[in-house]
């Protein structure tokens, strides 16, 4: 596992042996997965007013990314993922795992970002040595705007499970 920032999550996950271009096929769904996410993601407060023009267009295109959404999950359902245990950074997405997997292998996985939404997104990578029982995949992402993506998600994710811990941890005195 890459050093730098990770945060461990449980989310909905299956993965497979990666067949030629799957990442590739997969990007639009990612582009839509993405942008779901974000909008739904806590936002701070605008100090700027809102023009309306620029607010309708806003409305506008979540309307379109929700109906874009709605249409596939109608389309093709999505298998029923199963909760997994993960390590996550900003390089690598890491599992424990009874499989063994030989470093080098090209690995296609499935990640639920929020349960909520039902559309998985999809990651390619290649698996490297790692922790003994876990799986290490150092992705690949079909562009620089997955991986820009795939960024911001990590950190939000970040930024919350911080704010989380101090919630929950009694102040020292």
């Known amino acids: 596992m890459t050093t730098g920032l990770t945060v461990d999550l449980v989310l909905p996950f299956s993965w497979q042996i990666s067949p ?25 407060p605008r100090t700027e007013p809102i023009h309306k023009q620029d607010g309708l267009l806003r409305v506008e295109a979540k309307l379109n990314l929700l ?24 390089a690598s997405l890491a599992w424990p795992s009874t499989q063994p997997v030989t470093p080098g292998t090209v690995l296609s996985v499935q990640l ?5 939404l039902p559309q998985p997104l999809y990651l ?28 911001r998600w990590v950190f939000r994710q970040h930024r919350q499970y911080v704010a989380r811990s101090r919630r929950e941890s009694p102040p020292v005195s």
């Open 20 to 44: 030629a271009g799957a990442c590739d096929r997969q990007q639009p769904t990612n582009a839509l997965v993405y942008s779901i996410a974000d909008s739904c993601a806590e936002v701070a």
């Open 112 to 116: 639920v970002l929020d349960p909520s």
């Open 67 to 90: 109906l874009a959404l709605v249409t596939q999950v109608v389309q093709s359902r999505v298998p029923g993922l199963l909760p997994v245990r993960l390590r996550v950074s900003i």
């Open 124 to 151: 390619c990578g290649v698996v490297v040595p790692g922790l003994t029982d876990w799986v290490t995949l150092q992705l690949q992402h079909a562009s620089e705007t997955d991986e820009t993506a795939w960024q």
